[in-house]
Nanobody
Framework: QVQLVESGGGLVQAGGSLRLSCAASGRTFSWYNMGWFRQAPGKEREFVVAITGSGARTYYADSVKDRFTISRDNAKNTVYLQMNSLKPEDTAVYYC???????????????????WGQGTQVTVAS
């Protein structure tokens, strides 16, 4: 069983930055691929970024490339999302997710992740 808790959300001005954290339970954290997804009111859940268990590879949605950075510290059972140059379009609830799968296109699909946090609100003022 893996429990995930997000933190770090808040209200920021356009162009500002936020750093989200996702703390995970368990001693097998490094086995899990980790992803960040987001969902705005009335919209579908959207893939943002993912990272492999070892942290060797990362995957980014086109909309956040060059602005967001995912990283993980397996010793701390934590994954991070550094968000820079935030835009009003980034406003959403951000969810941390964990899953065990072989890779490929599976990183982009919410159904492939087994565990989810409760989410943290990110609001970017226009």
């Amino acid at each position: 069983q893996v429990q995930l808790v997000e933190s770090g959300g808040g209200l920021v001005q356009a162009g500002g930055s936020l750093r989200l954290s996702c703390a995970a339970s368990g001693r097998t954290f490094s086995w899990y691929n980790m992803g960040w997804f987001r969902q705005a009111p009335g919209k579908e859940r959207e893939f943002v970024v993912a990272i492999t268990g070892s942290g060797a590879r990362t995957y980014y949605a086109d909309s956040v490339k060059d602005r967001f950075t995912i990283s993980r510290d397996n010793a701390k059972n934590t994954v991070y999302l550094q968000m820079n140059s935030l835009k009003p379009e980034d406003t959403a609830v951000y969810y941390c997710a964990a899953g065990i799968f072989p890779g490929g296109s599976m990183y982009y699909t919410p159904q492939n992740y087994n565990y989810w946090g409760q989410g943290t609100q990110v609001t970017v003022a226009s």
